[in-house]
Each structure stands twice: as structure tokens, then as C-alpha cells.
Nanobody, 117 residues
């Protein structure tokens, strides 16, 4: 089992920045593939960014150049730095862990990000 706890969400004005954190427990963090997803009002959950155990990153086109995913294996934490936020970034942001070898997925409870115009 992997437990994930997100933090760092909140209300920010358009153009502002937020850093989300997700702390994992219950498994060796360094082997986990981690990701951030979001679900806006009335929308399906979508990928924001992922980072592999080796540190390779992938981003949705909608956030490229504005968001950076990173991980600190010593702190069992993955981060999402979000800059130049837009109202359309408003969503609940979820942390996801994929545990090898079978890629079993675990989700956090989510953290709300609201961007005002």
C-alpha cells in the first residue's frame, strides 16, 4: 500500500504561482513513478505531469513551460511548481503513484487550486 497526502493548494490570482507537494508513505519512494493529475469542474480527470523513478518528466501541452514536476527521494515527496497560473487551471489536483512491477496505481485525496481572474 502507498499513502499519498497532497498539500499546497489554495486561492491565487491569475499570473500567480503555487507549489504543490505530495508526500508518500508505505513504500520505497524511489521506485515509484509519480504524477500529478487534475479534475476541473464538470471535466474528466486529466494528466498534468509525470516523473519516473529515473527522473524523466512528461507534461501536458496545456502546462508546458509553466509547470515543473520534481521529486525529492530523501523526503519521499513529489512537487509541482506552477507558474503563470490561469483561471482554466482551476481544479482539484491529485497525486498518483504507480508501484512496480505491475504498475498498481494509488491516488491521494486531492488538493483544490482556484485561480481567480
Amino acid at each position: 500500500q502507498v499513502q499519498l497526502v497532497e498539500s499546497g493548494g489554495g486561492l491565487v490570482q491569475a499570473g500567480g504561482s503555487l507549489r504543490l507537494s505530495c508526500e508518500a508513505s508505505g513504500s520505497a519512494f524511489s521506485v515509484l513513478a509519480m504524477g500529478w493529475y487534475r479534475q476541473g469542474p464538470g471535466k474528466q480527470r486529466e494528466l498534468v505531469a509525470t516523473i519516473t523513478s529515473a527522473g524523466r518528466t512528461n507534461y501536458a501541452d496545456s502546462v508546458k513551460g509553466r509547470c515543473t514536476i520534481s521529486r525529492d527521494n530523501a523526503k519521499n515527496t513529489v512537487y509541482l511548481q506552477m507558474n503563470s497560473l490561469k483561471p482554466e487551471d482551476t481544479a482539484v489536483y491529485f497525486c498518483k503513484a504507480d508501484k512496480p512491477p505491475f504498475g498498481v496505481a494509488y491516488w491521494g485525496q486531492g488538493t483544490q487550486v482556484t485561480v481567480s481572474s
